[in-house]
C-alpha cells in the first residue's frame, strides 16, 4: 500500500464521501512537543494506518499547521505519506477510539479492524513503541532521511583534516535541561557519562583510533562537567549546536555507536533508531535512576531487544552490560 499527501477541499470531501477508510490521532506532540516525541506519533500513526488497512491523514486547524511548518520541509518522504484536508472535518463524522492510555507499551491496533467508520480517530498520545512501525524498519528509515540542506550541513561538520573514515565513531547523546527540573525524567548524569564513554572506549578500541562525539544542546555541560582524557588514539568532539534534523542525519551518515545516556529522551532514541546501518545502540537502564517514565513504559516495547543495555554501580561507578 502506498500513500501521497493530497489535498481534499472541505467541499469535495463531504460532496464524494470516498469509500476510502482514514486513520488519525490527536498529534498533540505536533503542536506542543519536540521531535522526538512528534516523530514518534507520526510513525505510529503510519504504521497502524498500515496494519488495519487505513490511509494516515491529518486534518485541518493548528495540527495541519504544524505538520506543514514541522514536517513537510524537514522529512518530505514522510510527510508525502499522509492526506492531509485542509479544513476540519465536521466531528460527527470522526469516531474517536480510546487507544495507547500510557506514554511508552505497544497495544495491539488489530482489534480497530472492527471499527467501520470512514474517518477513525485513535485516542491517546505519544504512541511510544517502535513496535507499532517496525515491520516497516528501513522505510521508515528512508521516510525520516532529513532534507538534503540538514544532511550537506552534518556531512560538514566533520572536517577533512579529522580524517572522519579512520576513526570508530562512538555517539553519545547529552539531555540536560528541562529534564533537570520536570520532576518526571532525569537528565545526562555526568559520572555516568564519563564512564559509560570510557566503557565503550575499551569494549570497541581494537587497535584502532576512537573518536567520542557528543551530540546535544547543552554546550558547557559538555565542555565543564564532562572532562574525560584524551591521547592520539582517544580524542573528543562536540558538536556544534544546531537543528535536530542535522543531528539525526550525522547519526546516521557517521555514528558506529549510538549512546543515550538519559534513557527517556525520545530524541535520544531516534537517534539511535536512525543511525549508521549496522550500528550499535547502548542506553541507561532506566530502573537504576530516579526517572518516573518508567512506570508509564513496558521496557521491550521501547528499547528494541538487540539494543544493550548499560548498568553503573552507584559505589564504584564501574558500568557492565546487563
Known amino acids: 500500500m502506498s500513500f501521497s499527501a493530497k489535498f481534499w477541499p472541505r467541499k469535495q470531501i463531504f460532496a464524494t464521501r470516498p ?81 495507547q492510555k500510557l506514554c511508552c507499551y505497544f497495544e495491539d491496533p488489530a482489534r480497530l479492524f472492527k471499527n467501520s467508520p470512514q474517518f477513525l480517530k485513535l485516542g491517546g498520545d505519544f504512541y511510544q513503541s517502535f513496535k507499532y512501525f517496525d515491520e516497516n524498519r528501513e522505510e521508515i528509515r528512508n521516510l525520516l532521511i532529513p532534507a538534503e540542506k540538514y544532511v550537506k550541513l552534518a556531512e560538514n561538520y566533520m572536517e577533512p583534516a579529522e580524517n572522519p573514515g579512520e576513526s570508530f565513531k562512538i555517539c553519545a547523546h547529552i539531555r540536560r535541561g528541562d529534564f533537570l527540573t520536570d520532576g518526571y525524567h532525569s537528565a545526562t548524569d555526568p559520572r555516568f557519562l564519563r564512564n559509560a564513554v570510557r566503557f565503550l572506549a575499551r569494549e570497541f578500541a581494537e587497535n584502532r583510533k576512537i573518536q567520542v562525539i557528543f551530540i546535544g544542546n547543552h554546550e558547557n555541560f559538555m565542555e565543564n562537567d564532562v572532562k574525560i582524557e584524551q591521547n592520539p588514539n582517544f580524542s573528543i568532539k562536540i558538536l556544534p549546536r544546531g537543528e535536530p534534523e542535522i543531528d539525526l542525519a550525522f547519526s546516521r551518515i557517521f555514528c558506529d555507536v549510538l549512546l543515550i545516556s538519559a534513557p527517556s529522551s525520545t530524541f535520544g532514541w531516534w537517534l539511535g533508531y536512525l543511525s549508521k546501518t549496522g550500528n550499535l545502540v547502548y542506553y541507561r537502564d532506566i530502573q537504576e535512576i530516579n526517572d518516573q517514565v518508567k512506570f508509564a513504559m513496558v521496557e521491550r516495547d521501547f528499547y528494541p531487544a538487540h539494543w544493550r543495555k548499560l548498568k553503573m554501580d552507584e559505589k564504584t561507578g564501574e558500568i557492565r552490560r546487563v
Open 19 to 99: 469509500k476510502k477508510l482514514y486513520l488519525t490521532a490527536n498529534f498533540g506532540t505536533l503542536t506542543a512537543a519536540g521531535l522526538g516525541n512528534a516523530l514518534f506519533e507520526i510513525g505510529a500513526n503510519l504504521g497502524i494506518a498500515r496494519k488495519i488497512d487505513r490511509i494516515p491523514f491529518i486534518h485541518g486547524g493548528k495540527v495541519a499547521e504544524a505538520f506543514d511548518s514541522r514536517i513537510k520541509a524537514s522529512f518530505p518522504g514522510l510527510y508525502a505519506k499522509f492526506e492531509i484536508f485542509d479544513e476540519k472535518i465536521n466531528d460527527t463524522w470522526i469516531i474517536e477510539e480510546p487507544f
